[in-house]
């Protein structure tokens, strides 16, 4: 049964990859991007490549389930603290106070929320398919537990950040990676996660949110880019999304 779920991960994950390197190979003869960028494109891809990996490796393996046996030894079998429920919204929080308090971004509020949204949705397809296709029991005896769907949303929000503003406020931008890092780690200590849930759940979200920024969909598209006084501010959760608007006179 494990062999079988982990074949079809590998399907779903080949699928993908063929997808995305299609998506890639079209907007580079487009664009036509120039050698450096295309490096910038591969190292890029190094980090979250090699956490879906070694998730892939250690899933449902005997270090994987001794690890957790070790770990809840440790805190007590009865810990349970829910700030991983909270701080996977941090990361979305700073991005829109970093824009209220007019710091530099790469985009214009609109195009962040488009690319937020549009990695959000895709992310969750991915992890929420990956969920229903393997039916991995949770350390708690839950279902679903492959990947961590707090994790890939976590991440996708914290590298959304990273894009924004890497460049103009390297430590807001690195901020979002520590509160992502924090809600997989407590996935794990309360028990709810495996550790390869949240190895795969991090890289999704990351390399998602990347190809995102990479291909910009609907670039030209953005009714509010010369409006200054009109902003929008999405709220994402694991089952809704909302928006809220705000105009300031």
């Known amino acids: 049964m494990v062999r079988n779920n982990l074949k079809e991960v590998m399907r779903v994950i080949y699928i993908t990859l063929i997808f995305i390197f299609s998506l890639c190979i079209v907007n580079a003869q487009t664009n036509k991007l120039d050698s450096i960028t295309t490096k910038q494109i591969i190292k890029k891809s190094i980090l979250p490549v090699t956490l879906i990996g070694a998730g892939l490796i250690i899933n449902n393996s005997e270090f994987e389930k001794n690890l957790q046996i070790d770990i809840r030894n440790k805190v007590g079998n009865d810990f349970v603290f829910h700030i991983d429920d909270y701080i996977q919204y941090i990361p979305i929080a700073e991005l829109y ?52 769907g707090h994790t890939s949303f976590s991440f996708t929000n914290a590298t959304v950040l990273f894009n924004e503003f890497h460049k103009t406020a390297p430590l807001l931008a690195y901020s979002g990676y520590l509160f992502s890092t924090t809600t997989g780690v407590f996935r794990i200590l309360n028990n709810k996660h495996w550790l390869s849930d949240v190895l795969v759940g991090a890289g999704i979200g990351i390399i998602v949110t990347d190809i995102i920024y990479y291909i910009e969909p609907f670039k030209k598209f953005n009714p509010f880019k010369n409006t200054k006084n009109i902003s929008f501010i999405p709220k994402i959760s694991n089952d809704r999304y909302e928006l809220y608007f705000s105009y300031k006179l």
């Open 97 to 148: 106070i970093a824009d209220i308090l007019k710091v530099k971004s790469k985009n214009h509020w609109f195009e962040q929320t488009k690319y937020l949204i549009i990695s959000n949705i895709i992310t969750s397809g991915i992890t929420h398919g990956l969920k229903n296709l393997t039916d991995k029991t949770r350390p708690n005896g839950g279902e679903n537990s492959f990947p961590s």
